[in-house]
């Protein structure tokens, strides 16, 4: 299994308050992602980072900010969390990104706004 | 945007018995497709992946079938077990970018 760790792997909170979720790998692999997985959708970039400093956003980037400082830590903080933010949030790793290989997925962080 | 679903939300297959699980796609320019299997409180997990080039792809008792004149996409598993149990869903890309596009999975049932 690929290197990946998010934590928590469980919150709750209420509306309004700043939520940082953490990803970390020990692949070294320089693209990073984060996914929201709601029911009846599939898997939704959010942002993604391609090194150090560097990341962009995904397709529901609203709301959501992100912070690469080190290769192996890619954060994802909610400033002021909404209940439409309800959602299990996965991190994902690609050594090279783009279409030449597959991202590896970790366990996921159940997020519950009240 | 892009679309990629699946035909059948639900499968229950006899254990022993073959698997098949289909995919459509939308966008002509994708040109590579993953499998995933995801089991219930974990992540997404790779199966085996298949790019334009390629119209199979064998792996460890999967097989990935790539039909790119009707966009279609399908993963068979070969001697289902209760082990496989779990959603299934496909992934492609254009490859012009990172966009992955996720379908919304299949979850299959192995019946003893």
């Known amino acids: 299994d690929a290197g990946i760790t998010q934590s928590p792997r469980h919150k709750v909170t209420e509306t309004g308050t700043p939520v940082t979720l953490r990803c970390h790998q020990t692949e070294n692999h320089r693209y990073m992602y984060w996914y929201r997985q709601d029911p009846g959708h599939g898997l939704r970039l959010i942002h993604y980072s391609y090194g150090v400093k560097d990341t962009d956003k995904g397709e529901v980037s609203d709301g959501y900010s992100v912070s690469r400082s080190k290769t192996e830590d890619f954060l994802l903080t909610l400033e002021s969390a909404t209940s439409s933010q309800t959602s299990v949030y996965f991190c994902?790793?690609?050594?090279?990104?783009?279409?030449?290989?597959?991202?590896?997925f970790g366990d996921g962080t159940r997020l519950s706004i009240l | 945007g892009e679309s990629v679903g699946l035909h059948l939300p639900t499968l229950s297959v006899q254990e022993g018995d073959n698997s098949i699980i289909n995919c459509a796609y939308s966008?002509?320019?994708?040109?590579?497709f993953i499998w995933y299997k995801q089991e219930s409180g974990k992540g997404p997990q790779f199966i085996i992946d298949i790019r334009s080039n390629m119209d199979k792809r064998q792996g460890q008792r999967v097989t990935v079938l790539l039909n790119k004149t009707v966009k279609h996409l399908s993963l068979q598993i070969a001697a289902t077990q209760p082990g496989d149990s779990a959603v299934y869903f496909c992934?492609?890309?254009?490859?012009?970018?990172?966009?992955?596009?996720f379908g919304t999975g299949t979850s299959l049932t192995v019946i003893p």
């Open positions: 994902a790793i690609s050594e090279y990104g783009g279409s030449n290989q597959p991202q590896h």
């Open positions: 992934a492609e890309t254009s490859g012009t970018g990172n966009q992955f596009y």
């Open positions: 966008n002509s320019a994708s040109d590579y």
